[in-house]
């Protein structure tokens, strides 16, 4: 039977990682004027607390995200592998930055669109 032998944990893991590979929409906090959390945000959350407990696991779920992913997810991706490797975080969004996938982005309220190319070239410049 699938998934038998798995701790919670890597269930959640996975689960999370499935979220994010099908985002269509980065946001790290609350949307709207209620401030809801979204479930790709919930799944980011519950990854980038998997990083400190089981890096080297986390590791391969992002890995596999970055080649498989959707646009968000990819976004999701590099910005969960900056914080785990920032070398391996920079050469991820270095090579996004040729990405033309398009995802949606919430800042709060504020409701936008952008590509992967965007995005990637904002993340390297803050870097």
Same mark, same amino acid.
């Given at each position: 039977?699938?998934?038998?032998?798995?701790?919670?944990?890597?269930?959640?893991?996975?689960?999370?990682?499935?979220?994010?590979?099908?985002?269509?929409?980065?946001?790290?906090?609350?949307?709207?004027?209620?401030?809801?959390?979204?479930?790709?945000?919930? #799944?980011? %959350?519950?990854?980038?607390? @998997? !990083? &400190? /407990?089981? +890096?080297?696991?986390?590791?391969?779920?992002?890995?596999?995200?970055l080649a498989e992913g959707s646009?968000?997810?990819?976004?999701?991706?590099?910005?969960?592998?900056?914080?785990?490797?920032?070398? #391996?975080? %920079?050469?991820?969004?270095? @090579? !996004? &930055? /040729?990405? +033309?996938?398009?995802?949606?982005?919430?800042?709060?309220?504020?409701?936008?669109?952008?590509?992967?190319?965007?995005?990637?070239?904002?993340?390297?410049?803050?870097?």
């Amino acid at each position: 039977m699938f998934g038998m032998g798995k701790k919670d944990w890597e269930r959640e893991l996975e689960a999370a990682i499935g979220e994010l590979a099908g985002a269509d929409t980065v946001a790290f906090g609350g949307v709207g004027i209620a401030g809801t959390l979204l479930p790709a945000t919930e #799944a980011y %959350r519950r990854v980038e607390a @998997a !990083l &400190a /407990e089981h +890096p080297e696991q986390v590791r391969e779920h992002l890995d596999r995200l970055l080649a498989e992913g959707s646009p968000a997810g990819r976004a999701y991706a590099a910005t969960l592998l900056a914080r785990l490797d920032p070398a #391996a975080g %920079r050469a991820a969004w270095s @090579a !996004l &930055a /040729e990405d +033309p996938g398009e995802f949606t982005t919430f800042s709060g309220c504020v409701m936008g669109r952008a590509t992967l190319r965007e995005y990637a070239t904002e993340r390297l410049a803050e870097a």
